[in-house]
């Protein structure tokens, strides 16, 4: 029993010293600045300000002395100031609604970046309603509630997000949603979107309105992995966003990269250990002119669904 015990020890050192360190010697990237930012009316400008750097840089990415100005239609709005606790540039002003923002960045060292995207328009939501036990799922072996969303679609060339919570969290704003829905859909207007394939339940689901009426209706089907718990409560909530198209592009390619390499899980979730190959680099879609990123706004209305039978 010792002999095997020893033998066994000394074919783990053996294996463990064969081991061989490679170190990648990256080719230098070009100074490029990263600018991302999602703003909303109803928040102040978070802007995280970083560089590119390669995969062996352990340094801090952030960019701290930078200097940013942000314009509204075309007028100067604020100069965002460092805040060294959320480590990201922020104001104390808030976008609104219908209006266009356009943010100028300058760190010494890398070229100057421009970005410009505009606030979508709040939009109506007439009512949602969640039809239990619409559907049966004979693979899964399971029932599927229905979701009827039915809104206001009033003018043209307008993208939309949608995403479905088990609970508010907070009785007062900034309200907060608990338990995300992942979220699937056989609506037409969803499966021309080209995100979904058979067996996918996304965080969100998005869409353009080129298929949709003034009075426009989505239909989608949740799915909410908590053992014991009812799929829909009377507490249940849809939100939906009126995004703007830099939004819309980015949220589109990152949801077809993360289905090219099956990264998403049934419960909604990008699951970074089951990518078996990584593909060549994806450019991801930018709005940073001279820079990479993304600067993108959206507006949202919360709905209470009402359930029936």
């Known amino acids: 029993m010792k002999i095997k015990i020893f033998l066994a020890v000394l074919s783990i050192t053996v294996l463990w010293s064969c081991r061989k360190e490679f170190i990648i010697d990256y080719p230098p990237l070009p100074p490029t600045l990263v600018v991302n930012c999602l703003f909303t009316p109803d928040s102040i400008f978070n802007i995280q300000v970083g560089k590119l750097q390669n995969l062996n840089d352990t340094s801090d990415a952030t960019v701290i002395n930078a200097e940013l100005t942000l314009y509204e239609n075309d007028l100067f709005f ?23 923002y356009t943010l100028n960045v300058k760190a010494e060292g890398f070229p100057d970046v421009v970005a410009v995207d505009t606030v979508p328009d709040y939009i109506t939501i007439d009512s949602v309603n969640v039809y239990i036990s619409a559907y049966y799922d004979s693979w899964e072996e399971r029932n599927l509630e229905k979701v009827n969303l039915y809104f206001k679609n009033e ?55 080129r298929l949709l009426d003034t009075n426009a209706e989505i239909t989608f089907m949740p799915f909410l992995q908590l053992g014991g718990w009812p799929v829909y409560t009377p507490s249940s909530y849809t939100i939906l966003r ?56 959206y507006t949202e209305t919360v709905k209470l669904m009402t359930v029936k039978q």
Not at 179 to 189: A, C, H, N, Q, R
């Open 78 to 100: 604020e100069h965002p100031v460092f805040n060294s606790e959320k480590n990201t540039y922020t104001t104390e002003k808030k976008a609104q609604a219908g209006k266009t």
């Open 242 to 297: 009126n995004i703007s198209k830099n939004y819309y592009l980015c949220r589109k390619k990152w949801f077809k990269y993360l289905q090219t390499n099956g990264l998403i899980q049934p419960d909604g979730i990008a699951q970074w250990s089951n990518m078996s190959f990584v593909p060549n680099p994806t450019d991801a879609y930018t709005n940073i002119e001279n820079g990479l990123g993304i600067f993108a706004s």
């Open 155 to 209: 003018s043209e060339n307008n993208y939309y997000e949608v995403l479905s919570f088990l609970q508010q969290s907070t009785e007062s704003p900034p309200y907060f949603y608990d338990f995300p829905y992942g979220i699937t859909s056989i609506d037409p207007v969803i499966i021309a979107e080209g995100i979904l394939d058979q067996s996918s339940y996304l965080p969100t689901l998005i869409f353009s309105d």
